[in-house]
T-cell receptor, first 110, second 116 residues
Framework: EAQVTQNPRYLITVTGKKLTVTCSQN?????MSWYRQDPGLGLRQIYYSMNVEVTDKGDVPEGYKVSRKEKRNFPLILESPSPNQTSLYFC?????????FGPGTRLTVT | AQTVTQSQPEMSVQEAETVTLSCTYDTSESDYYLFWYKQPPSRQMILVIRQEAYKQQNATENRFSVNFQKAAKSFSLKISDSQLGDAAMYFCARLLSSGSARQLTFGSGTQLTVLP
């Protein structure tokens, strides 16, 4: 079964404590991406990766890092989380014309 | 900034009736893709329908169809015979791809309520 998995699904943390949200796909897609969803703003692209070792900034990259060392994984790293990064995060993968989204990670930074 | 605009934050429709959700977008590119995604309370993002900009024919998927007006940069979603399970947040999105870049931009969403 084609799957995009994210872990953790829920996370409450404190300001400044480094965290990583993992994303994994079993569809052998080259393209992967991270989005954050906030009320009234829809989903906004944080970073995307066209292939292993190739990453690029989306619309809202500040405060985030990513790495793509293997095709199936694309972790999102918050080195020093702040309350304005409280949001719902989605990982996605897919071909040019279709995106498959993970189940989402609800992050709260206090 | 090139944007995607959904001007209806909330819509409601009676069960079995038809509803149209509006979306406009901005781009200077001639080749792009447009999508409608559904997000039910489970928060899962579900692709409803997609349209390639180079195709003149409007896309249709069962009860869902679009009205794609390229010159006007308009991409509305029509839901026919609305069902209770159609209640969700709907997002319009535009995909641009050039060279090594791929940008998927979403609208702010329309919350659809289906009344029994």
């Amino acid at each position: 079964e084609a799957q995009v998995t994210q872990n953790p699904r829920y996370l409450i943390t404190v300001t400044g404590k480094k965290l990583t949200v993992t994303c994994s796909q079993n569809m052998n897609h080259e393209y992967m991406s991270w989005y954050r969803q906030d009320p009234g703003l829809g989903l906004r692209q944080i970073y995307y990766s066209m292939n292993v070792e190739v990453t690029d900034k989306g619309d809202v990259p500040e405060g985030y890092k990513v790495s793509r060392k293997e095709k199936r994984n694309f972790p999102l790293i918050l080195e020093s989380p702040s309350p304005n990064q409280t949001s719902l995060y989605f990982c996605a993968t897919g071909q040019f014309y279709e995106q498959y989204f993970g189940p989402g990670t609800r992050l709260t930074v206090t | 900034a090139q944007t995607v605009t959904q001007s209806q934050p909330e819509m409601s429709v009676q069960e079995a009736e038809t509803v149209t959700l509006s979306c406009t977008y901005d781009t200077s590119e001639s080749d792009y893709y447009l999508f409608w995604y559904k997000q039910p309370p489970s928060r899962q993002m579900i692709l409803v329908i997609r349209q390639e900009a180079y195709k003149q024919q409007n896309a249709t998927e069962n009860r869902f169809s679009v009205n794609f007006q390229k010159a006007a940069k308009s991409f509305s979603l029509k839901i026919s015979d609305s069902q209770l399970g159609d209640a969700a947040m709907y997002f319009c999105a535009r995909l641009l791809s050039s060279g090594s870049a791929r940008q998927l931009t979403f609208g702010s969403g329309t919350q659809l309520t289906v009344l029994p």
